[in-house]
């Protein structure tokens, strides 16, 4: 990420698509950077600054652990909103303020229609295993999440592989994306 991201102007948003093999490896390459950008600022109730997206619980808690385990130096704060846990545990850590939501798209889903949740701050946006998204039907609510958040954030997509649907979905949202491969 240091090499491209020194090629690019002060405050250009980046866009990445990598194509890479799952796992706590791969979560290493968004998490970081992301607790790096992280580091100034704070969060605000109902309105994180980072919204990772996984296309199931078990992957989305890994995630998180990865999320806890990278960021244990720093002063952020983290919400996980997966199915089959408390709703209302998960609204109370929405409302302290949470910098980084991970989170499943239906349950991210869930929350932002009940009004506990504005994703006008989010700076940046991270589509994890984005060819599982698309067989398991979630390419219409990521076009939806992605449309409930500002123009202007950084978009990261990662898949294993890259079928037609994700190369269009990568199109419609991301500007000029870096590829990795």
């Known amino acids: 990420f240091q090499g491209i991201t020194k090629s ?43 919204l990772i997206l996984e296309p199931t619980r078990e992957l989305a808690a890994q995630v ?9 130096g720093y002063k ?11 709703f209302g545990d998960q609204e109370k850590k929405l409302n302290a303020g949470a910098d980084v939501l991970i989170a499943t798209p239906g349950r991210l889903m869930d929350h932002f229609g009940r009004g506990g949740l504005l994703m006008t701050g989010v700076q940046m946006l991270v589509i994890d295993e984005a060819d599982r998204m698309l067989d398991m039907g979630f390419i219409p609510d990521i076009e939806r ?14 898949s294993a592989t890259m079928p037609p649907e994700i190369t269009r979905l990568a199109k419609q949202f991301q500007k000029e994306p870096v590829r990795i491969e």
């Open 64 to 72: 998180a652990e990865q999320f806890e385990k990278y960021g244990s």
């Open 8 to 50: 690019l102007k002060k405050g250009q948003p980046i866009a990445f698509v990598a194509k890479g093999q799952t796992g706590a490896v791969r979560a290493a390459w968004f998490v970081l950077p992301m607790i790096r950008g992280l580091e100034t600022g704070g969060a605000r109730a109902g309105m994180p600054r980072s």
């Open 145 to 158: 999440i992605c449309t409930l958040l500002p123009k202007t954030r950084q978009t990261l997509l990662f």
């Open 76 to 86: 952020l704060t983290m919400a996980l909103l997966i199915g089959g846990v408390s």
